[in-house]
């Protein structure tokens, strides 16, 4: 079944798409391994061309390397969900410009709070994302050598690079964007903060896996499109801190949760982040993605 990313209140929603249940036709059977994932997204851009094609999903032709040193075993690859509309990876556009951070000198970071200068640097609790990317097709083996790149909102439920209708104005901003590309063990950290909301989705984080780094500056060379989902408790708790309810999270978010998120609503299974820490002092969240490799 599709089901399409509804952007905010007041936007016109764009035609992306998730495809979820396509992946038992896939092939991708065995027992779950550890999976856990985050995402934001929403507005009223044109997100037809920054939906991913789950028909092209399946196969990688990456100069990535497998580390066979994984234990050997079963997973089910990650579930294939929209990018929404703010991307920032040369698949739409704002205001008739093609935006691509993924071309940008500086991208390629672990610490995605400000802008790749250095500037604008966004509040919020403390989040350390770690990312182990293994392949579902070669016995669940770590992947050297691949380009994650991850991006979210920021506590007032905006994404950098866009300047639309109820999403503020950002263009020419790279905030909460960023790319690392894996060690061997097939790993990458992230330093961010923990995503705001907006109507109607529940807290997630956006990913997208390229073979290489070379190849994050077309979005057509990208082998996997998801988006990682939080525990509701953990984001109820940070959403009642001063700092997100007063800039209105709890409000925005509402009633929605991962089981009638949109997006979530069919499962969270292969897309939830395993989470440690606090509202105090900050969480550390780790994953494993499977991508058909």
Request: a negative charge; hydrophobic letters at 35%; charged letters at 15%.
């Amino acid at each position: 079944m599709e089901k399409a990313e509804t952007h905010r209140a007041g936007e016109a929603a764009g035609p992306d798409r998730t495809r979820r249940a396509t992946l038992g036709a896939l092939g991708v059977l065995g027992a779950l391994g550890p999976a856990a994932l985050l995402g934001c997204g929403g507005g009223e851009e044109d997100a037809a061309s920054a939906s991913s094609a789950a028909s092209g999903s399946d196969t990688s032709t990456g100069s990535g390397t497998t580390t066979t040193t994984t234990t050997s075993g079963t997973c089910t690859t990650i579930a294939e969900e929209t990018a929404g509309p703010y991307p920032a990876d040369g698949s739409n556009t704002n205001s008739g410009s093609t935006v691509n951070v993924l071309t940008s000198t500086g991208i390629v970071r672990s610490d995605i709070r400000a802008n790749i200068d250095g500037t604008n640097t966004r509040s919020g609790l403390p989040l350390t994302l770690t990312i182990s990317l293994v392949g579902s097709r070669n016995g669940c083996a770590a992947l050297a050598g691949y380009a994650i790149y991850i991006w979210h909102c920021d506590i007032n439920g905006e994404y950098s690079a866009y300047s639309v209708s109820n999403n503020g104005s950002h263009s020419g901003e790279s905030y909460l964007r960023g790319v690392q590309v894996t060690d061997n063990a097939g790993q990458v950290s992230f330093t961010t903060i923990y995503p705001g909301c907006y109507v109607p989705r529940a807290p997630h984080i956006h990913v997208e896996v390229y073979p290489n780094a070379s190849a994050i500056t077309s979005s057509a060379n990208k082998v996997a499109t998801s988006q990682f989902a939080f525990p509701d408790a953990v984001s109820t708790a940070v959403y009642a801190t001063s700092a997100y309810a007063s800039a209105g999270n709890a409000t925005r978010r509402g009633s929605v949760t991962n089981a009638n998120d949109q997006v979530f609503s069919d499962g969270t299974s292969t897309e939830m982040l395993t989470l440690s820490g606090d509202a105090t002092s900050g969480y550390a969240a780790t994953i494993t993605v499977p991508v058909a490799v």
